[in-house]
Structures are given as C-alpha cells and as structure tokens.
C-alpha cells in the first residue's frame, strides 16, 4: 500500500514568488493535515482537513497561505507571496479516524528555501 | 495553547547504551501520547505510544515511562543500536485535539 506521498521534495524560489506544495494522502484516509518545521524547532500544526472541509486551520500562518482539498482526495498547499521566513519543511500526514488518538502518517515532507 | 518541552536536542550514545529522551507537557485535553521516530529524507512514522491509564508502556526496546502528576513523560531506548540513529519526537494533544510536537532530539548511537 502506498504511503502518504509529497511533491515537490524540494523547492528553492525567490521571495515574493508563488509555490504550491501537493500531498496525496493514503487511499481512504478522510483526515489529512498539514505541518511545517522551521530551521530544527518543533513540528508545528498547520490545519486539519476532515475530507474536503477545513475541520481546523487554527495553526495557519496568516493568509500568505491557502490550502485546499478539493474533492477530498489530494490537498494542495499555496504560498502567495513567498516570505523568507516561510522557509522550512512542509509536512503531509493523513489518518483514518480523526483526533489525535489515531494514528498519523506522514509523507517525506517538502523542503522549501525561500530567498 | 499547548507547549511541550523536549530534551535534550541532542544525544550522542554508545552501542548498547540507554538512550534517553524527556518531554514536559502544560495541558492536555486528551490522554495520548505518541513517540514518533524520523530518519533522513523520511517523515516522522509513528514508534510507540501511551494512554497514561498506565504509567509504563514498553515494546521491545522501547519504554515510555509517563508521570501524570508531573506532566512528564520519557522514551527510554534500553540496548541502543546505531540503527536506532534518528530524530525523535514527543507529542500531545492540545485543547484543539490537535498533536503538539516537541523540538526533535537528534540521537547518534555511536558503533
């Protein structure tokens, strides 16, 4: 079975500059979130979606960022415009039920430079 | 809103050592709360986890040893293997229900 998936792995763009980070969670999988880990600090919680509804978005940034799960399947990510603090690593996990008694799984997570 | 306190960020164990890892939580909602272990160029994957109707949970080398009166909880890594080499995350659930991480410890199990 295939795991949570990200893509890109790495992306490097200049400050004021547009990136969209994809994730495709595992077949089923109704509960997908988001979370980023600036420069070897803590794995911060971004949102939650519960199929294509935001059931949480509680750790968003500010609105540089939008995320969406159109359809329920596959979640997308945008920066619009790009700080240099956004810089990070961009984290997907989905889980079968929510709460954070169910497990979560985690993609490879995208690194993201911005400069 | 939820902090937890992981240390130390780093550790530097020889083969067949204990490893040990600490985290410290304010408030908790929820009695759950995961390990998770991260190599190089993967994601955190979940490595072992505790309900704290127990005190200790333990599945093979791995314990986590948890104080609900102190608001702490530790993974002990007993017989340390430098395929143990890793980054490990404690977490717990804030008011939200959503997991707060800890800072990451960067452990190396040195042959």
């Known amino acids: 079975e295939a795991g949570v998936t990200q893509f890109p792995s790495h992306s490097v763009i200049e400050k004021g500059q547009t990136v969209t980070l994809r994730c495709d969670p595992i077949?089923?999988?109704?509960?997908l979130y988001w979370y980023r880990r600036v420069m070897g600090k803590e794995i911060k919680f971004l949102l939650h979606?519960?199929?294509?509804?935001?059931?949480?978005e509680s750790g968003m940034p500010n609105n540089r960022f939008l995320a969406e799960r159109t359809g329920g399947t596959y979640s997308t990510l945008k920066v619009q415009p790009a700080e240099l603090e956004d810089s990070g690593v961009y984290f997907c996990?989905?889980?079968?039920?929510?709460?954070?008694?169910?497990?979560?799984?985690f993609g490879p997570g995208t690194r993201l430079t911005v400069l | 809103q939820q902090q937890v306190k992981q240390s130390p960020q780093s550790l530097i164990v020889q083969k067949g050592g204990i490893s040990i890892i600490n985290c410290a939580y304010e408030?908790?909602?929820?009695?759950?709360f995961p390990w998770y272990q991260q190599f190089p160029g993967k994601g955190p994957a979940l490595l072992i986890a505790i309900r704290p109707d127990v005190s200790e949970k333990k599945e093979g080398r791995f314990t986590i040893s948890f104080n609900k009166s102190a608001k702490q909880f530790s993974l002990h890594i007993m017989d340390s293997q430098p395929g143990d080499s890793a980054t490990y995350f404690c977490?717990?659930?804030?008011?939200?229900?959503?997991?707060?991480f800890g800072s990451g410890t960067q452990l190396t199990v040195l042959p």
């Open positions: 077949s089923g999988h109704d509960n």
């Open positions: 979606f519960v199929k294509e509804s935001k059931q949480d």
């Open positions: 977490a717990a659930p804030g008011s939200a229900r959503q997991l707060t």
């Open positions: 408030n908790t909602a929820f009695d759950y």
């Open positions: 996990a989905s889980s079968l039920l929510p709460g954070p008694g169910s497990e979560q799984f």
